[in-house]
């Protein structure tokens, strides 16, 4: 079984910054893509960025600009950057990772998804 770990969520003013990060723990071979999503309360969950294998990246309209994901492939960790913070971006910030294949009691695995837990991320006005 593989776990996604994330960290970086916190209380920010407005303006402010904070750095998600979310390692993917386990004996990894490889991981396809990954990357964030939020969801506010009352709200659906909504993706915020990706990334892929090979560094291509994808974001939301709301958050280009402001947000830069990255990945650390050597590490299994994906990272999001996200400055000049506004009320709106308060959420759970999740952390997705797709096409994670692994070894595990002797087997080789492959799962099209896997999330963390989330993170809080709070951002005051």
């Known amino acids: 079984q593989v776990q996604l770990v994330e960290s970086g969520g916190g209380l920010v003013q407005a303006g402010g910054s904070l750095r998600l990060s979310c390692t993917v723990s386990?004996?990894?071979?490889?991981?396809?893509?990954m990357g964030w999503h939020r969801q506010a309360p009352g709200k659906q969950r909504e993706l915020v960025a990706f990334?892929?294998?090979?560094?291509?990246?994808n974001y939301a309209d709301s958050v280009k600009g402001r947000f830069t994901i990255s990945r650390d492939n050597a590490k299994n960790t994906v990272y999001l950057q996200m400055n000049r913070l506004k009320p709106e971006d308060a959420a759970v910030y999740y952390c997705?990772?797709?096409?994670?294949?692994?070894?595990?009691?002797?087997?080789?695995?492959?799962?099209?998804?896997?999330w963390g837990q989330g993170t809080q991320v709070t951002v005051s006005s």
């Open positions: 997705e990772a797709r096409g994670v294949h692994y070894y595990s009691e002797g087997r080789s695995i492959w799962t099209e998804s896997s």
């Open positions: 386990g004996t990894i071979f490889s991981i396809n893509a």
């Open positions: 990334i892929s294998s090979g560094s291509s990246t």
